[in-house]
């Protein structure tokens, strides 16, 4: 199976800063890359797909790039509701599979 | 709009089996293909089964094959997860996913999520 790599594992920013995520993938997954939002107690929520693609609803501050095994989401100017972690997900090939997230805490 | 359900969680022995449900609402359930998703206490996400528009096409993750069953019943707009021979490391929140679109393989829409503890 493909193996997602995110880093880091925890990124501290303060309100209004750019935050910056990485996912690697183990082999290459094209451009077949989500990007995923989850909240404590909530389900995960789509942000980016198709690696650089925002899903509707998904404001402007967030955009994805990348392509291959190596693939960023960048949060432009993180508000307070930001806050939360992050997964990456490839959907090239069953199983489709997860990195192990990213937490973006308040510095 | 869009609404998946999932029901059927709870408290079962190891070796125990329980059967979860997605009940479906908001869109044609027949034109998207479904998915399984848990995520253990604090940890990640594992999609663990998936299955066609129609049924007949259906994958599992090697860390439930031969133990769970993904079906569905497109009449009753609803997906189900036959669990058997449950084990302490099953233990997890299950979502059931759909794709965003119908031809699409990320997952757009995502129910509420129902708790499985294995414990003797």
């Known amino acids: 199976e493909i193996v997602m790599t995110q880093s880091p594992a925890t990124l501290s920013v303060s309100p209004g800063e750019r935050a910056t995520l990485s996912c690697r993938a183990s082999?290459?997954?094209?451009?077949?890359l989500a990007w995923y939002q989850q909240k404590p107690g909530q389900a995960p929520r789509l942000l980016i797909y198709?690696?650089?693609t925002r899903a509707t609803g998904i404001p402007g501050r967030f955009s994805g790039s990348g392509s291959g095994t190596e693939f960023t989401l960048t949060i432009s100017s993180l508000q307070s509701e930001d806050f939360a972690v992050y997964y990456c997900q490839q959907y090239n090939i069953w199983p489709w599979t997860f990195g192990q997230g990213t937490k973006v805490e308040i510095k | 709009q869009v609404q998946l359900v999932e029901s059927g969680g709870g408290l079962v022995k190891p070796g125990g089996s329980l059967r979860l449900s997605c009940a479906a609402s908001?869109?044609?359930?027949?034109?998207?293909?479904m998915t399984w998703i848990r995520q253990a206490p604090g940890k990640g996400l594992e999609c663990i089964s998936h299955i066609s528009s129609s049924g007949s096409a259906i994958y599992y993750a090697d860390s439930v094959k031969g133990r769970f069953t993904i079906s569905r019943d497109n009449a009753k707009n609803s997906l189900y997860l036959q669990m058997n021979s449950l084990r302490a490391e099953d233990t997890a929140v299950y979502y059931c996913?759909?794709?965003?679109?119908?031809?699409?393989?990320?997952?757009?829409?995502w129910g509420q999520g129902t708790l499985v503890t294995v414990s003797s």
């Open positions: 908001g869109f044609t359930f027949s034109d998207y293909f």
């Open positions: 198709g690696a650089s």
């Open positions: 996913a759909r794709g965003l679109y119908s031809s699409a393989w990320f997952l757009g829409y």
């Open positions: 082999q290459s997954v094209s451009s077949n």
